[in-house]
């Protein structure tokens, strides 16, 4: 499948596949529909000398044109609803254990990005605090803890195919596990005032030497 933007998440694949299937089957419906739309205005165009038919709509084989349609739209629509609900278990229901955990805070109009430091434990003496950068390593699994100062935000990694809104007073669990190294954009996804467009900032996947240099580095130019 031709890739419009990478993917560099476990599930990006997944996701990326339930949208190319909801595209697919739309796509196939409305191209059906417009083309027997037309040639039905060609086939019962005006001519001398014919007169048109009376038809009520009661008439079954006009109601035909719509109870099977129907029918076999439903059906697309329960393949759409199972293929959905699979990836929405993976991707938000389901929490496969941790290697680290880091905390996400949106405000207006930047995000804060709290890491643990070498013990690899959150809210110890040294987490590193990040402004628009937010640092992991490729391959292992991240759950982060959502939250926002303010208003409504959304945190949003396109290449991962992840969008979740912060909501102020609750802390919501997520995660991700990256699987190529990169750097890339990180969004916020919701109208959150004036300076929406230039919350914008990046996500670095590192390699595991790369990451551990990157938590050295930033330890000893915190650390009093
Ligand atoms: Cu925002």
Redesign the pocket.
């Known amino acids: 499948m031709e890739r419009f933007l990478i993917q560099a998440s476990t599930y990006a694949g997944s996701i990326d596949g339930v949208i190319m299937l909801i595209a697919l089957l739309v796509g196939f419906w409305f191209l059906l529909a417009e083309g027997i739309f037309f040639w039905l205005i060609w086939k019962f165009r005006a001519r001398p000398g014919e007169k048109s038919q009376y038809l009520t709509g009661k008439e079954k084989h006009v109601k035909r044109w719509i109870t099977i349609p129907h029918a076999l739209v439903l059906l697309c629509d329960v393949f759409i609803i199972i293929a959905s609900v699979r990836v929405w278990y993976d991707v938000k229901q389901q929490l496969p254990e941790a290697d680290s955990t880091i905390r996400v805070i949106?405000?207006?109009?930047a995000?804060t990005f709290q890491h643990p430091g070498i013990d690899n434990e959150l809210d110890t003496d040294d987490d590193i605090y990040t402004v628009g950068d937010l640092h992991v390593e490729v391959e292992k699994t991240y759950h982060f803890q959502l939250q926002?100062r303010d208003?409504?935000?959304?945190f949003s990694v396109p290449v991962f195919r992840l969008k979740q809104d912060?909501i102020p007073g609750r802390s919501i669990t997520g995660w991700f596990q990256a699987t190529e190294t990169g750097d890339h954009d990180v969004q916020?996804?919701?109208?959150?005032?004036i300076?929406?467009g230039i919350?914008a900032a990046r996500i670095h996947i590192e390699d595991a030497q790369t990451h551990a240099q990157w938590i050295a580095d930033a330890s000893a130019a915190t650390t009093p």
Not at 106 to 109: A, L
Not at 151 to 154: K, P, R
Request: proline content about 0%; hydrophobic content about 40%; overall charge negative.
């Open positions: 949106g405000q207006q109009w995000w926002s208003v409504l935000h959304s912060a916020c996804a919701e109208i959150c005032g300076g929406h919350m």
